[in-house]
C-alpha cells in the first residue's frame, strides 16, 4: 500500500519482498525533494504450478504534492507500472498523517490495481465521463506510456494504520483492494481477507526487515536497504594527512634540493617528482622562473581533482625557492594540457589552517584553459610511456527472459604505448573462463539491422576475444577545443574509424561536442574479421549542468542500425562522485519494429570505489541497466569520449570539488 512518506532527498532504496508466487525487486531513488522514480523486476510464477514463470519489468513514479502540518496531513499522487507491460498498473492519491510520535494513519483512492474490491464509479467523471472507462490491455511489448488508462475506471478506497513501539519496531495492517486476480484465479494464491497486517523491524546497520500477512493466509517477507549517495562508509575518508607549507625562511636554509648551491632547477625537479609520486601524481612537466613556476602532472588517486591541485601546489611550496610566489599546476590526461589552477603562495600560507580556507582560497585563485601550454617544460625523458596490466573480469547480461542475470567471468589484459603526447596504441584482450551467458538460446528476432541482438552469438563463438585494438590521437585545436580520433577495433562489435570535437569553456555550464564515425560489424570470433554490414554514424550532443548535481546531455544523430533520433538524459551527481542518471532514446524506428520495450531506455549507476573503502581512489565501479536490448538506438561504444574526460578539470566542476583542495 502506498502513503504519503518518501525518503530524504537523494536517497537510494533497494528492497526484495516475496509473497505467494510473486518475488519483487525494486530500486527507488529520491530524485527531487518531492518526486521519486523505482524501477521493479519481478518474478511471477502466473503460468502453471510446475514452476513455470514469467519476468516483469515496470517504472514508478511518485510525486509528493504536500507536507504534512500540525492539521493537515501528507498528500501524495503516484504511478505504478506507467512505463512497462502493465500488470502492475495503478494510480493513486494517498494522504498520511501521523498522531503523536507513534500512530500514523493512511487512506487514499486509487485506480487499476488498486481498484480490486469495493470499486465505485470514479469521482473524476465529473470532468469528463472518459474517466469512467478504463481501456482493457496493453500495447503487448510494455514499455509505452499507457496514458489513456491513467485514473481510469472504478475507483477504490485504501486505508492503513502502524503504531511504533520504538524507533526500530512497529506493527501495521491495511485494508488492501488488490485481489491479485492473475495468480488467484491460477489458484497460485489464496486472498480471502481484504486485510494485510506485519510487523517492521529497522537494524542499526540500516537493514529493514518486515514479515507480513498477506489477505488473512499468504506469509511474505520484504527486505530493504536505504543509502545515503552524501555519506560514504567512512566520512572524511582515510587520506593521508597533507604537507603543511611551513615557513619560506625555513626552507631557504635547505639549500640542498632548489637553490644555485645545492642543484637548482634540476634538484628541484627531482624533489618535486618524488614528492607528487607520494600522491600517485606524475610529473610530466616543470618550468621554474623566478617569482613563478609550473608543474604539468597527471592525477592517479585523487577522485576530486582540486584536492590533487592543493596537494600539487603543497609540494612545491615546500620545494621551491622563497621567492617563488605564483604556483601553477596543469592537469593533463594522456599528455594532452586541459585546464590550470594559479596559487599564490602566500594564499597557501596564510589559509592552511583558515576555518574557511577553502572557500577563500577558491576566490583567490585562477581556473584557467590550458591549450596555450604546448609543450613548454615537457620533461625529456617522459616518453615512450608503456603499461600493462593482468586482472579478472566479469561481465553481465540482464533480463534475459530465461534467466534474469547472466554473467561472464575471466581474465583480461590491458596494455597501452603512448610514444608521444596525446597518441596512444591500446588494446585490451579478454579470455573466457566461466559463465552462463553462451548457455541462452535466445537468437535475434530483430526486423532492423540486428547490431546488438546477436550478442549471445558473440559469446557462444568467441573464445580468446579481442575487445579493443585502438590507436588514438587526442589534442587541443585552440582554445576550450577539444579532439579525438581513434581507429581501429572500437569495441567487441564493431571496428573502424571515430572522430570528435568538443567545445567547453573552462567556467561554462554548457559544453558542445560532433562525433561521426564509419563502423564496420565484427565477425563473431572477436578475433581480426569483419562482416558486411556498416554503417557511417554520429550525433550533435549538447551537455548542461543544471546545478545542484543534475546533468543534462542531448545527443541527436544517427544510430548503428541506420535510425535516426536522439536519446535524452539525466544524472544526478553527488560531490563525492557518486552518481545515479537515467536515458531513454527514441528513433525513428517503430515501437513494432523496435520490438519488446518498444524504445531503448535505462538507468545506470556509479560508485566511486572511494565512497566503500575510504581511501582515495579514481576508481569507478558503474552499471547501466537496460530492461531490454534491442538494436534500435544503438550507439557505439567508443573509449574516451571527450566530454566525461574533460569535466572533472573545467571550473565548475573543479569549484564542485574545491572543499578538499587543502585536505
Given at each position: 500500500m502506498p502513503t504519503a512518506r518518501r525518503l530524504n532527498d537523494g536517497e537510494l532504496a533497494f528492497t526484495s519482498s516475496i509473497v505467494g508466487p510473486t518475488i519483487r525487486n525494486t530500486v527507488t531513488f529520491q530524485v527531487l525533494p518531492r518526486v521519486s522514480g523505482s524501477f521493479r523486476y519481478s518474478r511471477l510464477d502466473d503460468q502453471a504450478r510446475d514452476g513455470g514463470a514469467t519476468f516483469d519489468r515496470s517504472f514508478d513514479i511518485h510525486i509528493n504534492l504536500l507536507d504534512e502540518k500540525s492539521i493537515r496531513p501528507a498528500v501524495a499522487v503516484g504511478l505504478r507500472d506507467f512505463l512497462g507491460t502493465g500488470r502492475f498498473s495503478g494510480e493513486y492519491v494517498v494522504a498520511t498523517k501521523s498522531f503523536g510520535s507513534r500512530f500514523e494513519l493512511t487512506g487514499g483512492i486509487g485506480?487499476?490495481?488498486?481498484?480490486?474490491?469495493?470499486?465505485?464509479?470514479?469521482?473524476?467523471?465529473?470532468?469528463?465521463?472518459?474517466?469512467?472507462?478504463?481501456?482493457?490491455?496493453?500495447?503487448?511489448?510494455?514499455?509505452r506510456l499507457e496514458s489513456d488508462e491513467w485514473f481510469r475506471g472504478p475507483a477504490s478506497f485504501f486505508a492503513g494504520a502502524s503504531y511504533k513501539f520504538n524507533e526500530q519496531t512497529k506493527v501495521f495492517a491495511e485494508y488492501s483492494t488488490d485481489t491479485y486476480d492473475r495468480a488467484s484465479n491460477l489458484d497460485l494464491i489464496d486472498i480471502s481477507l481484504p486485510l494485510n497486517v506485519g510487523l517492521q523491524h529497522r537494524f542499526d546497520n540500516g537493514v529493514d526487515l518486515k514479515a507480513f500477512v498477506v489477505g488473512g493466509n499468504e506469509i511474505g517477507a520484504q527486505f530493504s536497504y536505504v543509502l545515503d549517495p552524501r555519506k560514504p562508509a567512512i566520512p572524511g575518508g582515510r587520506d593521508a594527512s597533507p604537507r603543511p607549507v611551513g615557513s619560506r625562511n625555513d626552507l631557504a636554509v635547505a639549500a640542498w634540493n632548489n637553490s644555485a648551491l645545492g642543484g637548482g632547477k634540476d634538484a628541484a625537479q627531482e624533489v618535486l617528482r618524488a614528492k607528487l609520486a607520494e600522491n600517485s601524481m606524475v610529473l610530466q612537466g616543470f618550468t621554474l622562473e623566478r617569482t613563478r613556476a609550473t608543474v604539468r602532472i597527471e592525477n592517479n588517486l585523487f577522485g576530486a581533482e582540486a584536492q590533487a591541485a592543493g596537494r600539487a601546489a603543497r609540494a612545491m611550496a615546500t620545494t621551491l625557492p622563497p621567492h617563488v610566489e605564483e604556483l601553477t599546476v596543469v592537469f593533463q590526461e594522456r599528455g594532452v594540457p586541459i585546464s590550470r589552477v594559479v596559487t599564490k603562495r602566500s594564499d597557501l600560507e596564510d589559509l592552511q589552517y583558515d576555518y574557511d580556507g577553502a572557500w577563500r582560497t577558491y576566490s583567490r585563485a585562477r581556473i584557467e584553459d590550458a591549450a596555450d601550454q604546448g609543450r613548454n617544460g615537457e620533461l625529456s625523458d617522459l616518453y615512450p610511456i608503456f603499461d600493462y596490466g593482468l586482472k579478472p573480469y566479469a561481465a553481465f547480461s540482464f533480463f534475459d527472459p530465461d534467466n534474469p542475470v547472466r554473467v561472464e567471468v575471466g581474465a583480461q589484459f590491458d596494455v597501452s604505448f603512448r610514444p608521444t603526447p596525446g597518441m596512444t596504441f591500446a588494446g585490451q584482450f579478454r579470455y573466457p573462463v566461466a559463465g552462463n551467458i553462451e548457455d541462452s538460446d535466445r537468437v535475434s528476432d530483430s526486423l532492423i539491422e540486428p547490431v546488438r541482438t546477436n550478442a549471445v552469438r558473440y559469446a557462444q563463438e568467441s573464445d580468446f576475444e579481442v575487445n579493443r585494438l585502438t590507436s588514438e590521437y587526442q589534442f587541443r585545436p585552440g582554445e576550450d577545443l577539444f579532439g579525438r580520433v581513434t581507429g581501429g577495433y572500437l569495441e567487441s562489435m564493431f571496428g573502424g574509424v571515430s572522430a570528435e570535437l568538443l567545445w567547453y569553456p573552462v567556467g561554462s555550464r554548457l559544453a558542445l561536442g560532433a562525433e561521426v564515425n564509419y563502423a564496420k560489424q565484427r565477425d563473431f570470433d572477436k578475433l581480426f574479421g569483419f562482416q558486411d554490414y556498416d554503417v557511417v554514424t554520429g550525433h550533435a550532443s549538447a551537455y548542461y549542468d543544471f546545478g545542484n548535481g543534475f546533468l543534462g546531455q542531448v545527443d541527436a544523430g544517427r544510430y548503428l542500425a541506420g535510425d535516426w533520433g536522439a536519446t535524452f538524459s539525466l544524472d544526478r551527481e553527488f560531490n563525492n562522485g557518486f552518481r545515479v542518471g537515467g536515458f531513454f532514446t527514441v528513433t525513428d524506428v517503430s515501437s513494432t519494429d523496435f520490438g519488446e520495450g518498444s524504445f531503448d531506455k535505462g538507468i545506470r549507476f556509479e560508485v566511486p570505489l572511494s565512497f566503500l573503502t575510504g581511501n582515495p581512489s579514481k576508481t569507478i565501479v558503474s552499471q547501466t541497466i537496460r530492461p531490454v536490448q534491442r538494436d534500435g538506438g544503438a550507439r557505439l561504444n567508443v573509449q574516451n569520449r571527450l566530454h566525461r574526460q574533460v569535466r572533472e578539470y573545467r571550473g565548475k566542476e573543479l569549484r564542485d570539488g574545491w572543499g578538499r583542495y587543502l585536505r
Open positions: 485506480w487499476g490495481r488498486f481498484a480490486g474490491r469495493g470499486s465505485f464509479t470514479n469521482p473524476l467523471g465529473v470532468i469528463d465521463d472518459r474517466f469512467e472507462t478504463r481501456p482493457s490491455g496493453t500495447s503487448g511489448d510494455g514499455g
